[in-house]
C-alpha cells in the first residue's frame, strides 16, 4: 500500500524524467520535513527557483451540460462541450465538478477521454461512480489536474499558485515541485521585510513579493530581497 507521504531523497528532488512515475499531484517529504508534489511541465520548461501555477481554466468547458443522464453507479459521463476542443486525456487525473442542477455539489476524478472537437460531445471515463444520478439538466465543470501542464505564475494569476521547481524541469517533463519550507526563489522590486507575508508578483512573472490584495500569501520572507535577485522564502502553498 502507497504511503500517504512518499519519502524523497536528495536525487529525486533535482531530477526530471519523461516518464510519468507517480500519480500527478502525490505528496512527497524530504527528511528535514520540505514537502514537495509530484507535476508535469506544461508546453515550456520550468525555471528553476521560480513560482509556477496550475494550467489556465478553459472557461468554454465550464458550467457545461450533461448530454445524457448518469444513473447512480455509473462510470463514464457524456458531455457537450463549448466552443474549445479537448485534446486526448487533457482532464485525466482531473475532476468533473457538478456545479448546478441534479447531482450539484459532488466532484469525480476523471480517469480518461478521448479527443473531441469543439462544440462537441465527449465520453469521460471517471475513477469514481456516480453517486447521484445526473440528467441532461445537471451543469458541470472539467478542472485540470492543478499538476499537470503547469506553468510559470503569471502577473495576474489564471489559477492556483502550485509550487515552486529547484531545477530546470524540461517541456513535458515530470517532478517534484516544492510546496512547504525553505527554498530560494525570485524576488520583485517590492521584495518586503524579513517576515512579510509573501503573494505572487504582479509585476514579475514567477516571482514573490510583499503580501499582494487578491493574490493570495505562498510563503514568508526569510531574507529581505533585491529586485531580479533570488531570496530564501518559507512556502506555506502545501
Known amino acids: 500500500?502507497?504511503?500517504?507521504?512518499?519519502?524523497?531523497?536528495?536525487?529525486?528532488?533535482?531530477a526530471g524524467s519523461t516518464v510519468q512515475q507517480h500519480p500527478l499531484g502525490t505528496l512527497g517529504e524530504t527528511p528535514d520535513g520540505r514537502r514537495f508534489r509530484y507535476c508535469e511541465a506544461g508546453g515550456t520548461a520550468?525555471?528553476?527557483?521560480?513560482?509556477?501555477?496550475?494550467?489556465?481554466?478553459?472557461?468554454?468547458?465550464?458550467?457545461?451540460?450533461v448530454a445524457a443522464a448518469a444513473a447512480i453507479g455509473a462510470e463514464t459521463v457524456t458531455v457537450t462541450l463549448g466552443a474549445t476542443l479537448a485534446s486526448v486525456n487533457q482532464y485525466a487525473e482531473?475532476?468533473?465538478?457538478?456545479?448546478?442542477?441534479?447531482?450539484?455539489?459532488?466532484?469525480y476524478k476523471i480517469k480518461g477521454h478521448p479527443a473531441a472537437a469543439l462544440s462537441a460531445s465527449?465520453?469521460?471515463?471517471?475513477?469514481?461512480?456516480?453517486?447521484?444520478?445526473?440528467?441532461?439538466?445537471?451543469?458541470?465543470?472539467?478542472?485540470a489536474n492543478p499538476y499537470k501542464d503547469v506553468v510559470q505564475h503569471p502577473t495576474t494569476p489564471t489559477g492556483v499558485a502550485v509550487g515552486v521547481p529547484?531545477?530546470?524541469?524540461a517541456l513535458d517533463n515530470f517532478g517534484w515541485l516544492q510546496t512547504h519550507g525553505v527554498v530560494s526563489c525570485l524576488a520583485d522590486a517590492?521584495?518586503?521585510?524579513v517576515g512579510a507575508a509573501l503573494s505572487p508578483s504582479n509585476a514579475t512573472a514567477g516571482a514573490?513579493?510583499?503580501?499582494?490584495?487578491?493574490?493570495g500569501?505562498?510563503?514568508?520572507?526569510?531574507?529581505?530581497?533585491?529586485?531580479?535577485?533570488?531570496?530564501?522564502?518559507?512556502?506555506?502553498?502545501?
Open 1 to 14: 500500500m502507497q504511503t500517504l507521504i512518499r519519502p524523497l531523497a536528495a536525487a529525486d528532488i533535482v
Open 46 to 65: 520550468l525555471v528553476a527557483g521560480t513560482l509556477q501555477q496550475q494550467v489556465a481554466i478553459v472557461a468554454n468547458h465550464q458550467n457545461i451540460a
Open 94 to 107: 482531473g475532476f468533473l465538478v457538478v456545479n448546478d442542477v441534479d447531482g450539484e455539489g459532488f466532484t
Open 122 to 143: 465527449l465520453v469521460l471515463t471517471l475513477d469514481d461512480t456516480i453517486r447521484v444520478a445526473l440528467t441532461i439538466s445537471s451543469e458541470v465543470c472539467l478542472i
Open 166 to 169: 529547484l531545477f530546470a524541469m
Open 190 to 193: 517590492a521584495a518586503g521585510s
Open 208 to 215: 514573490l513579493e510583499s503580501g499582494v490584495i487578491g493574490q
Open 217 to 238: 500569501v505562498v510563503g514568508q520572507a526569510l531574507q529581505t530581497g533585491i529586485s531580479t535577485e533570488y531570496r530564501a522564502v518559507y512556502l506555506i502553498i502545501d
